[in-house]
């Protein structure tokens, strides 16, 4: 029997095979060379990586998302004043205790402004998942956004005091980047590489990881498809959280799918953007919950972080 078990975990080690090169091709956003990386398979044989990024932002009295467009007029606007604090104060520390119970990975795309103008509640958060990995998301999330038309210096500049922000605030130094407001251009993925960044959220194109030819160092760009992250469809599109929560399992069953009816199809990998907006009130946090029940029971998923999904893959 334990000869049994010793193979079995053998097997399940040598499931995540040597990546293969993928075809190089320039990347249509930077024209840099981009290569796709080619996973057989996740720890445990698992097909289908899946990231829960939660956003933790600041936007500043009178600034940010508006879940009434028709009271931004109002002098104050108390209606979407308290929609964006609402998201702060409880919002955040909902799903953070949410990730915990269910001791599912999360990371934390964090404004490097958020712990100095918000300690009670990044202390709250913090101490709710103390090991989520902290990835760079820009001073805030609407005055303080990346500085796209004064060139690469600039911007490498923002990157570096986001960075520096961040780790004085908190003692992690960021290795992940995704641009505020999901706004960068085709400097910002050199300038982060430069400034010491490993991987990037602002990949939004693919289901595989990918790797940017950037200098001094390739940058990994970790998929983050636009039509899953919850902010977009819950304030353009009118989609509730349970709508969400179809897309979700929609989206990620399928990958499921695809990879049981051709076993050697690559690996994918899906990062998911939560906003506490949405899936911080009650109802939000239900349709969560039931989302990642469902995501544990799939036995093709992985549900991990993006700097455990690039270590798996073995490559430096």
């Not at 934390?108 to 902290?134: D, H, K, M, T, Y």
């Not at 990958?255 to 690559?266: G, K, N, S, Y």
Request: charged content about 20%; some cysteine.
């Amino acid at each position: 029997m334990r000869v049994l078990s010793l193979l079995s975990c053998l097997a399940a080690l040598l499931t995540v095979a040597a990546p293969a090169a993928g075809q190089t091709s320039n990347d249509w956003t930077t024209g840099l060379p981009r290569q796709d990386i080619k996973v057989k398979a996740w720890p445990g044989g698992k097909k289908v990586a899946v990231a829960f990024v939660l956003y933790v932002e600041v936007w500043g009295r009178g600034q940010g998302p508006n879940f009434r467009p028709d009271m931004t007029d109002r002098k104050p606007d108390l209606v979407d004043e308290a929609f964006r604090q609402y998201a702060i104060n409880w919002g955040l520390p909902r799903v953070g205790r949410l990730f915990g119970e269910m001791k599912v990975p999360l990371s934390l795309a964090l404004n490097a402004q958020f712990p100095e103008q918000q300690p009670v509640a990044w202390r709250e958060l913090r101490g709710l998942v103390p090991s989520a990995p902290i990835v760079a998301h820009g001073l805030n999330n609407t005055t303080d956004l990346l500085p796209l038309s004064k060139g690469p210096e600039a911007q490498r500049a923002y990157i570096r005091q986001t960075i520096d922000m961040i780790e004085k605030s908190t003692g992690v130094r960021s290795t992940g980047w995704s641009s505020p407001s999901v706004y960068p251009n085709a400097d910002t993925y050199a300038a982060t590489a430069s400034e010491g960044i490993v991987y990037s959220l602002d990949g939004m194109d693919s289901d595989v990881l990918s790797r940017l030819g950037s200098e001094p160092h390739p940058l990994w760009l970790v998929p983050y498809p636009p039509t899953v992250v919850d902010m977009g469809q819950y304030l353009s599109r009118f989609k509730e959280a349970s709508d969400l929560e179809r897309l979700w399992t929609d989206y990620v069953s399928e990958l499921v799918r695809e990879a049981r009816a051709d076993p050697a199809r690559d690996a994918t990998v899906v990062a998911i953007g939560i906003h506490p907006f949405v899936v911080g009130t009650p109802s939000g946090a239900a349709a969560l919950r039931r989302v990642l029940t469902t995501l544990q029971q799939q036995d093709l998923v992985w549900l991990t972080d993006p700097e455990a999904i690039i270590k798996a893959t073995g490559v430096q």
